[in-house]
């Protein structure tokens, strides 16, 4: 299988199955389910999933989808419920890790797990055992050369030595796709992939998708799972909703439209949930930003005031990330000024940023924004601890009723506030994460970096719903998001950064996702790409 582009996605399109002749099973679900403590993730699931076509799972965060790749990839047992894979008959409680891969099955995760430290190449090579001489050895020469052609193939941007550490959220990804599909050549395999394009830019996105038509097209069956509803309608045959850890529906992707998706996935209309933006006149001015560079940033300049969304649209490399590091003393600038209600600031650390008001929440949100092994309440309370320290202890009792009513006020589910953090669907993250911050009555300039990627679009609407609700009282955001039509419905106004530049500044009446793409990919001269 050679590399794909955006325009390989035609000759094999979605949506192009004959309803008269099925394609044969290739997965088979009959009944499946499992509780957690506190919730039941999946009740009695069926689903059918055919050689040849591209199935879509959708449904909002903590339905169930990431949990029904899990049981069939062996991550965990299924209390019951059977399970066919490629002809073969099992109890779903009986899956282990080695049963689904010699059945076929492959699977990447939302959260890859990568190894930081090794390269790209011996990452490749675990998933698949690394290659021996005939003395026994590790053939070095054949790790480094199947990581070549994985790396050409898939279009990553990385070279074969490169450290997984060293690599941005996107290449890391990608990397992880090219591991788990390095061998789905042989035979007909069941590839799932759990939100695979969440962190990808808008290229190495219609790669993957081609990608994907093409293993249909070669007989594989191929599992979909994304919030990005787009590309489900570009890619798919079919789509499977689920609701509460159940099959809510099924639809053919050739008699589906996106309104008709939104609706079945959430119960709410695409219009009730579109996110709204202030009539009301803006404060003074909160943040001012002047002449500033650092990393890839040069000589930024912008200005931001109470109750103002400004958005940050640019690609992969442009510096949107390091832009907001910048401001709040992640990425140590070399020159400019930053201002915090008029007053200068220099911040060489992030919490002497969040005392001055100034928080961020970083793109990275397993590894930088949440402390997964830690309780949900632990995770809202570490930012206002000092409220509830009494002599020589805390006042947990209020604390809890408090942490309570702040997962009823910013819609965090949850069976309780004492889960593990990593129990919560990625929505439901992102809500405790903003918890956390919007908490503090000091909180004036809030940094937003990709603040619903891997989040559903219900989820969605909320998260933008309480970021309005926080520059309603006062305060004001700089918003980082790659969905430059997510970008045009939402902000106030949109800074466009090239070569860490910024090139432009379009007011709300001029916010459209085609002006901002024309100008992210504008050539220096002005002509577009």
């Given at each position: 299988?050679?590399?794909?582009?955006?325009?390989?996605?035609?000759?094999?399109?979605?949506?192009?199955?004959?309803?008269?002749?099925?394609?044969?099973?290739?997965?088979?679900?009959?009944?499946l389910?499992?509780?957690?403590?506190?919730?039941?993730?999946?009740?009695?699931?069926?689903?059918d999933?055919?050689?040849?076509?591209?199935?879509?799972?959708?449904?909002?965060?903590?339905?169930?989808?990431?949990?029904?790749?899990?049981?069939?990839?062996?991550?965990?047992?299924?209390?019951?419920?059977?399970?066919?894979?490629?002809?073969?008959?099992?109890?779903?409680?009986?899956?282990?890790?080695?049963?689904?891969y010699?059945?076929?099955?492959r699977?990447?995760?939302?959260?890859?797990?990568?190894?930081?430290?090794?390269?790209?190449?011996?990452?490749?090579?675990l998933?698949?055992?690394?290659?021996r001489?005939?003395?026994?050895?590790?053939?070095?020469?054949?790790?480094?050369?199947?990581?070549?052609?994985?790396?050409?193939?898939?279009?990553?941007?990385?070279?074969?030595?490169?450290?997984?550490?060293?690599?941005?959220?996107?290449?890391?990804?990608?990397?992880?796709?090219?591991?788990?599909?390095q061998?789905?050549?042989?035979?007909?395999c069941?590839?799932?992939?759990?939100?695979?394009?969440?962190?990808?830019?808008?290229?190495?996105?219609?790669?993957?998708?081609?990608?994907?038509?093409?293993?249909?097209?070669?007989?594989?069956?191929?599992?979909?799972?994304?919030?990005?509803?787009?590309?489900?309608?570009?890619?798919?045959?079919?789509?499977?909703?689920?609701?509460?850890?159940?099959?809510?529906?099924?639809?053919?992707?050739?008699?589906?439209?996106?309104?008709?998706?939104?609706?079945?996935?959430?119960?709410?209309?695409?219009?009730?949930?579109?996110?709204?933006?202030?009539?009301?006149?803006?404060?003074?001015?909160?943040?001012?930003?002047?002449?500033?560079?650092?990393?890839?940033v040069r000589?930024?300049?912008?200005?931001?005031?109470?109750?103002?969304?400004?958005?940050?649209?640019?690609?992969?490399?442009?510096?949107?990330?390091?832009?907001?590091?910048?401001?709040?003393?992640?990425?140590?600038?070399?020159?400019?000024?930053?201002?915090?209600?008029?007053?200068?600031?220099?911040?060489?650390?992030?919490?002497?940023?969040?005392?001055?008001?100034?928080?961020?929440?970083?793109?990275?949100?397993?590894?930088?924004?949440?402390?997964?092994?830690?309780?949900?309440?632990?995770?809202?309370?570490?930012?206002?601890?000092?409220?509830?320290?009494?002599?020589?202890?805390?006042?947990?009792?209020?604390?809890?009723?408090?942490?309570?009513?702040?997962?009823?006020?910013?819609?965090?589910?949850?069976?309780?506030?004492?889960?593990?953090?990593?129990?919560?669907?990625?929505?439901?993250?992102?809500?405790?994460?903003?918890?956390?911050?919007?908490?503090?009555?000091?909180?004036?300039?809030?940094?937003?970096?990709?603040?619903?990627?891997?989040?559903?679009?219900?989820?969605?609407?909320?998260?933008?719903?309480?970021?309005?609700k926080?520059?309603?009282?006062?305060?004001?955001?700089?918003?980082?998001?790659s969905?430059?039509?997510?970008?045009?419905?939402?902000?106030?106004?949109?800074?466009?950064?090239?070569?860490?530049?910024?090139?432009?500044?379009?007011?709300?009446?001029?916010?459209?996702?085609?002006?901002?793409?024309?100008?992210?990919?504008?050539?220096?001269?002005?002509?577009?790409?």
């Amino acid at each position: 299988m050679t590399r794909l582009d955006a325009a390989r996605l035609s000759t094999v399109p979605a949506g192009e199955v004959d309803s008269a002749v099925e394609k044969p099973l290739a997965l088979s679900i009959r009944g499946l389910s499992k509780v957690f403590p506190g919730t039941q993730a999946l009740r009695d699931v069926d689903l059918d999933v055919r050689y040849g076509e591209v199935h879509a799972l959708c449904g909002g965060n903590g339905c169930g989808k990431s949990t029904l790749i899990k049981m069939l990839s062996g991550s965990g047992p299924a209390d019951r419920g059977t399970v066919t894979i490629n002809g073969k008959q099992l109890d779903a409680a009986n899956i282990d890790a080695q049963t689904s891969y010699d059945l076929g099955f492959r699977v990447v995760h939302q959260d890859p797990p990568l190894y930081p430290d090794l390269s790209v190449a011996e990452n490749i090579a675990l998933a698949a055992r690394y290659p021996r001489t005939r003395l026994g050895r590790i053939a070095w020469a054949g790790v480094r050369q199947r990581a070549e052609e994985l790396i050409e193939r898939y279009g990553i941007q990385a070279s074969p030595g490169t450290l997984v550490r060293d690599l941005p959220v996107s290449v890391r990804t990608q990397v992880a796709i090219a591991a788990a599909l390095q061998d789905v050549d042989s035979g007909r395999c069941v590839v799932a992939l759990d939100e695979p394009t969440a962190a990808l830019p808008a290229a190495e996105v219609q790669v993957l998708l081609g990608a994907m038509r093409q293993l249909a097209a070669l007989g594989h069956a191929i599992i979909f799972v994304s919030h990005r509803l787009d590309e489900v309608l570009a890619v798919t045959d079919r789509v499977t909703v689920m609701r509460d850890g159940r099959v809510f529906k099924d639809h053919r992707t050739e008699k589906l439209t996106e309104a008709e998706l939104i609706e079945s996935i959430v119960g709410r209309t695409a219009e009730e949930l579109r996110p709204q933006r202030s009539a009301a006149p803006l404060g003074e001015e909160v943040l001012s930003v002047s002449g500033l560079a650092a990393g890839p940033v040069r000589e930024a300049t912008f200005e931001i005031r109470a109750g103002e969304v400004v958005g940050v649209a640019g690609l992969l490399g442009s510096g949107r990330s390091e832009l907001l590091s910048a401001i709040c003393g992640g990425l140590r600038k070399e020159r400019g000024e930053v201002r915090v209600k008029g007053q200068p600031v220099d911040f060489d650390r992030i919490d002497q940023a969040i005392r001055t008001g100034v928080v961020m929440i970083p793109e990275d949100r397993p590894r930088a924004g949440a402390f997964l092994d830690m309780t949900v309440d632990q995770n809202m309370d570490v930012s206002v601890l000092d409220r509830y320290w009494r002599g020589l202890g805390f006042a947990r009792k209020r604390m809890r009723v408090d942490a309570a009513k702040l997962r009823a006020q910013f819609g965090v589910k949850a069976p309780s506030g004492s889960v593990p953090m990593r129990t919560l669907s990625g929505g439901n993250q992102q809500k405790a994460i903003l918890a956390r911050w919007l908490r503090r009555d000091e909180a004036s300039v809030l940094l937003l970096d990709e603040p619903t990627q891997g989040v559903d679009v219900g989820a969605r609407s909320d998260i933008y719903a309480l970021v309005r609700k926080a520059t309603a009282a006062g305060a004001a955001a700089v918003v980082v998001t790659s969905d430059l039509e997510e970008l045009a419905q939402f902000v106030d106004r949109a800074l466009v950064l090239r070569n860490g530049r910024i090139v432009a500044s379009v007011p709300r009446e001029e916010l459209t996702a085609h002006r901002l793409n024309e100008l992210v990919h504008m050539k220096s001269g002005g002509k577009n790409d």
